[in-house]
């Protein structure tokens, strides 16, 4: 029942006030291949795209209040993360197959004679940064790739990043355009944008799994017991781990973390092919919209299967808020879905 369900704890719900814009500014270094982005004076993320990565992403991810929300792996080692999915790292736009390659779980961690059913995302270059008092913008370009370097897609993605004392937000804009070949994304699971979390909005657990501290020791303990109480919430009210494998306009996935509340919430585009998405919503961390699995998560009885003709192109679009000290409410989302629309 749509938006019926509010979210239970009443501390955590938010009264709805236009807080002030906060200015955007980048800082590139071009040695590293990052661009940090500041907002208010304070780091949000780094947009990073370093030889040695399969694709490029924004990482870390940071609240207003400084809360680290991206899992550390495999780039960082923390106490009490999991090291599982190395594929998994900040938040990223890729797919499971594209003409075949599986572009969404290449890793450093796929042996040499198996990367050649891999794909990469490379060549990137910036192209633009624009600081702004209410907004900054970053532009850059980039190649869908075979190991042999063959282009299958270029890539131009805009972001428009902005803030408030109590929020962040990224609105990613990303067109693919087919190269020489057509293009034929298979309608599977892993896809397509997608963000790795905290071990704080993991979901409650007593199951024993493997976490590792920041010296590479590993011990077994409860998710309940490392700090997880994750929680998912879609526009269409469905909560928990009922939330994977369901279309929405929005789904957010909220907890605490130190004690503060803090959420992430993803918005899809009505002009977004297979809108509204489905959410590969899992209850480990990993959180991604996928419009193009529908073969998948309808268990066969709706099919996509979108295909590129050469120079044909595709556009997606998503607002991604990341909120500290409040959780929004689903009115707020449904606002903010609404707003987003007219982009």
């Not at 736009?93 to 599986?102: A, H, M, P, Q, T």
């Amino acid at each position: 029942m749509k938006n019926k369900l509010m979210l239970t704890v009443c501390c955590f719900v938010s009264l709805h006030v236009h807080a002030q814009s906060e200015g955007v500014t980048f800082i590139s270094n071009s040695k590293e291949k990052s661009v940090k982005v500041m907002i208010g004076g304070k780091h949000f993320t780094s947009f990073i795209y370093p030889n040695d990565l399969e694709k490029p992403i924004l990482y870390p991810i940071i609240t207003a209040n400084g809360q680290v929300i991206t899992r550390g792996f495999p780039l960082e080692k923390r106490d009490g993360e999991r090291i599982d999915h190395p594929h998994h790292v900040g938040l990223w736009l890729n797919y499971e197959s594209v003409n075949g390659l599986d572009f969404w779980n290449n890793s450093y961690n796929i042996p040499a004679d198996k990367k050649s059913k891999y794909g990469w995302i490379r060549n990137v270059a910036v192209e633009r940064t624009e600081n702004g008092k209410n907004n900054g913008k970053l532009s850059y370009s980039a190649n869908w790739e075979n190991q042999a370097g063959k282009v299958l897609l270029k890539e131009q993605t805009a972001f428009v990043f902005s803030g408030t004392s109590d929020s962040r937000t990224i609105d990613r804009i990303t067109t693919l355009t087919a190269q020489q070949d057509s293009v034929f994304f298979k309608d599977a699971k892993d896809g397509m944008l997608g963000i790795r979390l905290t071990k704080e909005l993991e979901f409650a657990s007593d199951k024993v799994e493997e976490f590792t501290d920041n010296q590479g020791n590993i011990t077994k303990v409860s998710a309940s017991g490392n700090g997880a109480n994750g929680n998912y919430l879609t526009s269409e009210g469905i909560t928990g781990v009922k939330a994977w494998g369901t279309r929405g306009n929005w789904c957010m996935l909220y907890g605490q973390k130190e004690g503060q509340p803090l959420a992430v919430s993803i918005i899809d585009h009505q002009k977004n092919p297979g809108y509204p998405t489905y959410w590969h919503a899992r209850d480990y961390g990993l959180f991604a919209a996928n419009p193009l699995g529908q073969q998948i998560f309808s268990n066969g009885k709706e099919t996509l299967n979108l295909k590129l003709s050469p120079g044909q192109s595709i556009t997606f679009k998503y607002r991604i808020i990341v909120s500290s000290g409040k959780i929004l409410r689903a009115d707020e989302l449904d606002q903010q879905a609404k707003d987003f629309s007219k982009k």
